[in-house]
């Protein structure tokens, strides 16, 4: 079972940034993903990035390509979510998704069987 420490989440104006961290302690197998899902009031879950272990594979939905960066501390099991230029509609509750073994795929983060608690970004003026 994978246990999950998320923060960063916040209150910030259009054009602002903000970064998100995600701490993931229990893999057991050699292979695993970490990723960013992110849920709008009113509308589906949307796979926003993700990174794998080993050659750190990454994935970004078009609506945060440019703005956007993951990246990890592979020592820890740590990754990080920066989030530049932000635009209201990057408001949403933003969740730390995992999986390992041979099933995680980098492009669909919203498929990861495990969750964090997931953690507020408000964008407004």
């Known amino acids: 079972q994978l246990h999950f420490v998320e923060s960063g989440g916040g209150l910030v104006q259009p054009g602002g940034s903000l970064r998100l961290s995600c701490l993931v302690s229990?893999?057991?197998?050699?292979?695993?993903?970490i990723g960013w899902v992110r849920q709008a009031p009113g509308k589906g879950r949307e796979g926003v990035s993700c990174i794998s272990s080993g050659d750190g594979q990454t994935f970004y939905a078009n609506s945060v390509k440019g703005r956007f960066t993951i990246s990890r501390d592979s020592a820890t099991n740590t990754v990080y979510l920066q989030m530049n230029s932000l635009e209201p509609e990057d408001t949403a509750v933003y969740y730390c998704?995992?999986?390992?073994?041979?099933?995680?795929?980098?492009?669909?983060?919203?498929?990861?069987?495990?969750w964090g608690q997931g953690t507020q970004v408000t964008v407004s003026s």
């Open positions: 229990g893999f057991t197998k050699d292979y695993h993903a």
């Open positions: 998704v995992a999986d390992e073994g041979s099933r995680p795929v980098v492009r669909y983060p919203q498929d990861f069987g495990s």
